[in-house]
């Protein structure tokens, strides 16, 4: 019989499948795990990706749309206050194919990426994929899961080659302050260490600024930019992100990519030419529900005793569960199974997210209700589970 890899084998197994499998088949479940917009794409976009499809049925440069790429630039001059090129832009299949082919690009065997965590659950199997070494950073609930830039020079050996930030966070809704940022920057030019910024929930701001580390003085040839149009857009299932760097950065990562993807989707390309011309007024309808949901969660929370920090961004409440289990898998998979209340176990987000659980509130305000309630009754009962 022919062997699968050692690499696949090592692999960790997502227990986001598995808890999206289960809520599939168990009846009246109510699902606060998944990282998913519960809106569905803006009109205008839709209506204009209907008409396109007739003109979108080839292979696109490698690199992406010429057309699409100059109006980042214009994009990322005004939001980000990054000033570059086309040439400087790699569209991607979403900005997780970009943070990977980033990695293959950069990374040799055996060096190391430091992770802040909890981090996203992406990051650990994609430096492992590639043979580097996660290292990773504990993010104190205390500290608000700021980055300790002290814990993070601490960390750095002759191995280190790169750091994954992320700005809001995916699970905490972090959001790194601009002196946190610049500190990790002069880290990062003192050390010639190269940063990844994950920028996915830049729009999704309730408290503080999104501010890209690609703008601050000194950035622009040790940053990799990662973003997408996913979660501003609620334009998931077209898959279009794209990374910004030095241009000789993203020649090499043009040049993996091809064999990666060969090319971007042509229709979502377009779709996202379109979202760039489409009046904000959709991202900001959707963030002000989002913020509603997320003053409404993380109150109750907090009330029935689990203690949540305050997200500043993206979309999740993070909450201590210390008080009722120290396994977080065994926590979610009981209130799956007793409450069918679907949420995700932090030990998915690395080391330091053991003791916590992600909730999502991308999802309808009757069923966060619904679901806080069933968890309230859920906890009543824990010590009889």
Known sequence: MIKISKREMNLPKAVIAKLLKLSNESKNVISLSVGEPDFITPKPILDYASRAVYKSTHYTPTEGLKELREELTKKLKKKNRIKVDADNILITTGSQEGLLTSLLTMLDPNQEVLLPSPCYVGYIPEVDLVSAKPKFIRLKEEDGFEIDVDLLK??????????????????????????????????????????????????????????????????????????????????????VGYAVGDERIIKALTKVSHYVTLSPPHLSQLAAIKALKTPRKHIEIMRKEYGRRRKFIVR???????????PKGAFYAFSNIKNYSKDSFRFADKLLRKAKVAVVPGREFGPYGEGYIRFSYAAKMNEIKEGMNRLEKFLRKWKLL
Do not use: Q, W
């Open 300 to 310: 109750r929370l907090n009330e029935i005793g689990l203690p949540t920090v305050n």
């Open 154 to 239: 601490k960390a750095i050996t002759r191995k280190t080659k790169a750091v994954i930030i992320n700005t809001p966070s995916n699970p905490t809704g972090s959001v790194l302050k601009r002196s946190t940022l610049e500190e990790i920057a002069d880290i990062a030019r003192n050390k010639n260490l190269l940063i990844l910024s994950d920028e996915a929930y830049e729009d999704l701001i309730y408290e503080g600024e999104h501010v890209s580390i690609g703008s601050l003085n000194g950035m622009e040839k040790d940053v990799i930019s990662f973003f997408t149009f996913s979660k501003s857009y609620a334009m998931c299932g077209f898959r």
